[in-house]
């Protein structure tokens, strides 16, 4: 089945650092790339939707100079959290779809990022 | 506000035993997926079924969309504790658009 791997799986660090999360398909070519939130118990929420070669395409509220994605290639797109903050800590999940209507997405295993 | 929701939001059975659960949606779709989260986990999918379409069986898994009621219901047969997770249900509003998730199921399967 479809693969996607999602680096790290873990990050700790200190207010102010930028982080940078990789999300890779390794099985297949991936047109389009979704980052999610998820808070403790709670649903996810999409954040972008990311197409290779283009920009991402943001939903409303989340701050496009915050969290910076690029999608260069279609096996790799990057999240990057800048100058995070305590309240960016959560659980970013990647997907990735391929070519052709009604594809499932094929989900990362999650980063769990803790700002202190 | 969320255009899927579930119910109930936590369920407990044994293994061996049925688990059913519901998902209601508020607007037309095209599809709806049923995804499975671990715990700290991505999410795993598990079935799609479009709007044409009433029920679909994968291995244990059974699902139903009654698009008169705008709902779906998931059934797993035969549990096992290994189907401990919480359960997504997530809308497609068009072919190509992007999904919408619940909040979510917990299922507890216990030994």
């Known amino acids: 089945g479809a693969v996607v791997s999602q680096h790290p799986s873990w990050v700790i660090c200190k207010s102010g650092t930028s982080v940078k999360i990789e999300c890779r398909s390794l099985?297949?070519?991936?047109?389009?790339m979704f980052w999610y939130r998820q808070f403790p118990k709670q649903s996810l929420m999409l954040m972008a939707t990311?197409?290779?070669?283009?920009?991402?395409?943001?939903e409303q509220g989340v701050e496009k100079d915050k969290f910076l994605i690029n999608h260069a290639s279609l096996t790799l797109s990057t999240l990057t959290v800048t100058s995070a903050h305590p309240e960016d800590s959560s659980f970013y999940i990647c997907s990735a779809t391929g070519q052709g209507m009604d594809q499932p997405q094929h989900f990362g295993d999650g980063t769990r990022l803790s700002i202190l | 506000s969320q255009q899927g929701e579930e119910d109930p939001q936590a369920l407990s059975i044994q293994e061996g035993e049925n688990a059913t659960m519901n998902c209601s949606y508020k607007?037309?779709?095209?599809?709806l997926q049923w995804y499975r989260q671990n715990s700290g986990r991505g999410l795993v999918h598990l079935i799609l079924i479009r709007s044409n379409e009433r029920e679909k069986h994968s291995g244990r898994l059974r699902v139903t969309l009654d698009t008169s009621k705008k709902s779906s219901s998931l059934l797993i047969t035969a549990s096992r504790a290994a189907d401990t997770a919480s359960y997504f249900c997530a809308t497609a509003l068009t072919r190509y658009s992007t999904l919408t998730f619940g909040k979510g199921i917990m299922l507890l399967v216990s030994p």
């Open positions: 099985d297949f070519q991936a047109t389009t």
């Open positions: 607007t037309s779709i095209n599809n």
């Open positions: 990311s197409n290779e070669g283009s920009k991402a395409t943001y």
